[in-house]
């Protein structure tokens, strides 16, 4: 690998697995200050409105983190990746246009009426504020993921001179059946972060005797929504994300569960260390013939391993993606276990006295931003050697005429100010939590 | 014939940008020096705070414009001026993180570093923005591949060897900030009272002046280095407009801060502003970034375009998608209009 392009993909993969340390946090937030807002509105139950408000403010910043970083995204297809933007513009340049005329003029304007309007609005207009951030964010979701959908199965194009690439039907770009299965996987996603955060404040505040009411309607807002959510990550989302993969990136499947060999009736590998050089899979941990069946729905489907796929077509960091998606996974399932035992718990009536699970539910708080990493780099490892997958190379789509000396300069520069910016984060978000919901305000606030 | 119409879109979406940002960038600039008290500076901030991040979202939304009807000018342009674009991220980064963290805390040390942060990188980034546009009327040393890379500087001397900052960028990098200080105070004197709203105005007719020597020397200066432009205002001399344009909102900038008419006067410094951009954008058309290596290089409003079918769809989601964030502008305008307390 040249070592320009290995420096232009690093640039994008830490600017970008930074950038989406907030959005997935805000997206599935902006959905549960609806529902919180939702249900203060209905009851008139002015803890909830205090709920909204603390959860306002740790929205905010994260929304604000959000946009900074967010800003060198669309920057970057530009600087680091020309030959691509240049052959692909007309197509996702598209999608792209789409987020910042749909959905940022939206997010921008009604934030402002959420983190500074409630006392000029009414109740009802605010909570059509809350609304319209969560829809502008959930609408910059959707743009975003259809252009990496875009690239991941590029349909609705034709090729033109030189290395172009024309769009040929804009509702086969938008309505690209990739879309539908990954935007939910994410969005879904991005509730999960959105619920087990909101949980691990509420078990913090309860273990340490602090704003009680508050951390109550935390746990039990979080854990449903958390529960619903985490399930449907696992069906039918990831089910229908995988078998998406199976059919349209089968030698991405194969990588990413260590599958070296062809057979039918194949299992899966449950833990592993693919062996690139020898072509195993080492320790294996099997269940026998899930693989078959999970993929194809027979237990005696035959599954294509690497072996039989030309090594060009591999993607070129096979240990990496079967790392990547086995955390996700595995993080996932821990995920859906806490998640069952702390409904069940709430069911009962017994969640908020069983200090075991709180802990658990305090100390989960790092597991859906891993998990929904891990997820990422699955998608984006595996989308590799290709940058649109069957159409362009990612060597053929960096910036030519960008050495890896400056490549490298901007990427040391953004990674020391993300760092100082990391910290500021956390001091913020840690004197919010600390500080908690604003209890005296009760009734008083209009 | 759509690439023009698109040509002209992405030039209303640059302007917008510049209109609107502009005028925070301004404040941004301004607030050290007419600003005493930390309640002064609070009103500078408040003036500018519910709508700064809406403005900002021009640059995005004609950025992802220009990708999509532009791709091969977006491509060479992002990649070639790659460092000094960097610097516009980091700037932009910083301002908007000092603009939203100054008031979490109230400290001796806290709320007057962000405010400097704050100032500093408004300054620069008015400064880039226009260093940018001197680049763009210069040219640059675009290949036959239709790409090239500039350096921050090289020799200073605006030729083919000229990194992104010479004498003639620099120059328009300095119009643009003295230009973008008399907007930022023009705004503010609309926003406040008192004795900071006499010292911005004072401040303001200061910066007026410069923006009236600068607009003289920037002008020689363009004609001299681009000969595209006087071609071009001799073969259409409807494009006159434009200037004339620049003129008499520079004009009226005077006359109505004088009258003490302070909407007049900063509705003036908005037409001032569209009509120096269109008059650059005019002057190098057809081209969209010119070759000072070889001219038959230079991407023009043809060759760099997207193909005809995108751009005809691009329409029939741009035009209401616009309209829906016009009206969320005027919204967000109308219920934080008036002086801030």
């Given at each position: ?28 937030l902006?959905?549960l ?7 203060a509105?209905?009851?008139?139950d002015?803890?909830y409105?205090?709920c ?29 990746w ?28 009604f ?17 059509l ?26 349909v ?35 509730v999960?972060?959105g619920?087990?955060?909101?949980t691990?404040v ?8 602090r ?11 979080g ?11 696992l ?9 998406m993969?199976?059919?349209h ?34 320790n ?11 993929t ?18 591999w ?36 969640l908020?006295?069983?200090k075991?699970l709180l802990w ?7 597991f ?30 960096d ?9 490298l300069?901007?990427l040391?520069g ?33 | ?6 040509f ?34 609070q ?7 519910p709508v700064?991040d809406?403005?900002?979202v ?8 220009l ?11 992002f ?13 932009l980064?910083l ?18 570093f ?12 008015a ?18 591949s239709?790409?090239?890379f500039?350096?921050l ?5 605006p ?24 907007h ?7 926003k ?8 911005t ?5 200061k910066?007026?002046?410069?923006v ?14 681009q ?11 409807w ?36 009509g120096?951009?269109?008059?650059a ?6 081209y969209?970034l010119?070759?000072?290596?070889a001219?038959?290089n ?14 005809y769809?691009g ?21 934080f ?5």
């Open positions: 690998m040249d070592s320009a392009l290995a420096v232009h993909r690093l640039h994008f993969a830490f600017t970008v697995t930074y950038h989406y340390l907030f959005p997935q946090l805000t997206m599935g902006a959905l200050i609806v529902i919180l807002k939702t249900i509105l209905k009851t008139g002015q803890r409105h205090q909204a408000r603390f959860w306002v403010k740790i929205f905010a910043i994260n929304f604000a983190m959000g946009v900074v970083t967010g800003i060198p995204m669309e920057f970057q297809f530009g600087t680091n020309a030959r691509f933007s240049r052959a692909s513009g007309g197509v996702i340049g598209q999608t792209l246009a789409m987020e910042g005329v749909f959905s940022f003029f939206l997010e921008s304007t934030l402002g009426l959420l983190v500074y309007g409630e006392k000029r609005l009414s109740p009802r207009q605010h909570w504020a809350a609304f319209m951030v969560f829809l502008g964010s959930w609408l910059s979701g959707f743009f975003i993921i259809a252009t990496d959908a875009w690239m991941q199965h590029p609705g194009y034709k090729l033109g001179a030189g290395d172009d690439i024309l769009l040929d039907s804009f509702w086969g770009l938008i309505l690209n059946p990739w879309t539908l299965w990954q935007y939910l996987h994410n969005m879904i996603a991005a999960v972060t619920s087990f955060v909101m691990s509420g078990a913090y505040y309860l273990l340490a005797g704003f009680q009411e508050h951390a109550r309607i935390f746990l039990r807002t854990v449903v929504a958390g529960t619903i959510a985490v399930l449907a990550m069906f039918p989302t990831g089910d229908g994300q995988g078998r993969i199976a059919e990136q089968p030698v991405t499947l194969a990588a990413m569960e260590g599958q070296f060999e062809t057979e039918s009736g194949a299992p899966i590998a449950l833990v592993g260390q693919p062996d690139t050089d020898r072509l195993q899979l080492d294996p941990l099997l269940v026998p013939r899930a693989l078959s069946f999970l194809y729905r027979r237990w005696e489907a035959e599954v294509k391993g690497l072996k039989d796929f030309p090594r060009d077509q993607p070129d960091n096979i240990p990496l993606l079967y790392y990547s998606y086995h955390i996700m996974v595995g993080l996932g399932t821990l995920l859906i276990a806490l998640a069952l035992a702390c409904s069940w718990f709430l069911w009962r009536g017994r908020y006295g069983n075991t658990a539910l305090m100390l989960a708080l790092p859906p931003y891993i998990a929904t990493t891990a997820g990422w780099m699955t998608a984006e490892l595996g989308r590799q050697p290709w940058l649109i997958y069957g159409l362009m190379r990612t060597s053929a789509g910036s030519a005429r960008v050495s890896a000396g400056n490549g300069f901007t040391i953004f990674m020391g100010l993300y760092m100082v910016l990391g910290i500021l984060f956390l001091f913020l978000i840690h004197r919010e939590i600390d500080h908690g919901p604003e209890v005296q305000e009760t009734g008083g606030a209009r | 014939m759509i690439e023009i119409l698109w002209c879109l992405v030039a209303i979406m640059i302007a917008g940008y510049v209109i609107l940002d502009g005028f925070d960038l301004g404040a941004g600039v301004v607030h050290l020096f007419v600003a005493r008290t930390e309640k002064e500076r009103q500078v901030l408040a003036s500018i705070g700064w809406g403005n900002e021009w640059l995005l939304a004609g950025g992802g414009t990708y999509f009807a532009f791709p091969a000018l977006y491509a060479a342009a990649s070639g001026f790659y460092l000094a674009l960097m610097m516009v991220l980091w700037l980064i301002r908007g993180i000092s603009i939203e963290l100054r008031s979490h805390i109230e400290s001796r040390l806290w709320k007057p962000w405010d400097r942060v704050f100032g500093a990188s408004s300054a620069l980034l400064l880039l923005y226009g260093v940018a546009l001197g680049n763009v009327v210069r040219g640059v040393p675009l290949d036959a239709g790409y090239f500039l350096p500087w090289t020799n200073f001397l030729n083919a060897q000229a990194g992104a900052v010479d004498w003639y960028t620099l120059l328009i990098g300095l119009a643009a900030l003295i230009a973008l200080a008399a930022g105070c023009y705004w503010v004197v609309l406040t009272t008192g004795e900071l709203q006499a010292r105005r004072a401040f303001g007719s910066a007026w002046l410069g009236a020597v600068f607009t003289a020397i920037i002008t020689v200066a363009s004609f001299q280095l000969s595209n432009i006087a071609k071009e205002y001799s073969d259409r001399r494009g006159y407009v434009f200037p004339l344009l620049a003129l008499a909102g520079l004009i009226g900038m005077r006359v109505a801060s004088g009258r003490r008419r302070d909407l007049g006067a900063f509705l003036c410094s908005c037409v001032y502003l569209a120096m951009l269109t008059s954008a005019f002057g190098v058309f057809p969209v010119p070759s000072n290596a001219p038959e230079g991407l023009t409003v043809t060759n760099s375009a997207a193909a005809s079918y995108g751009l769809v329409l029939w989601w741009w035009i209401p998608g616009m309209l829906l964030a016009a009206v969320y502008s005027v919204f967000v305008y109308r219920h209009s008036g002086k801030v307390e």
